[in-house]
């Protein structure tokens, strides 16, 4: 299995994600998501593959996400807007985010990785 993994390399937990990664043989293409930003098109499609609402695929503690008061903002946005809007700045998008072929994990929760990617 190879999968698509876009993290911040100055961000701990994307560090242990790809640690993660690495010792359980996991196979990865990296992707620096601030300097490579997702389109627009890849989030709607990793939103639909994923079933998860938009809001989790907002970096809620990140300062962007704060300096623009997006907690108020948001729910007056549709969801392409909001997807828009994400793609504007990686530092937005929550990390890290593991792509597979019929799956998406968005932030390191090992139990939830271990149950996906073995």
């Not at 994600?17 to 043989?25: F, M, N, R, S, V």
């Not at 293409?29 to 300097?35: H, T, Y």
């Not at 828009?84 to 799956?103: C, H, N, Q, S, Y």
Request: with cysteine.
């Amino acid at each position: 299995m190879n999968v698509l993994f876009l993290q911040y390399p100055p961000c701990s937990t994307c560090r242990k994600a790809g640690k993660w990664l690495t010792e359980h043989k996991i196979s990865y293409d990296s992707r620096n998501i601030k300097e490579n930003n997702p389109t627009a098109d890849e989030l709607a499609e990793w939103i639909k593959i994923s079933g998860l609402p938009i809001k989790k695929f907002f970096n809620t503690s990140g300062q962007v996400y704060k300096q623009n008061n997006l907690k108020d903002r948001l729910p007056s946005m549709t969801d392409q807007e909001q997807i828009d809007l994400l793609a504007t700045d990686g530092m937005l998008v929550k990390r890290p985010l593991v792509i597979g072929e019929d799956f998406v994990l968005v932030g390191f929760k090992d139990g939830e990785w271990e149950e996906r990617l073995k």
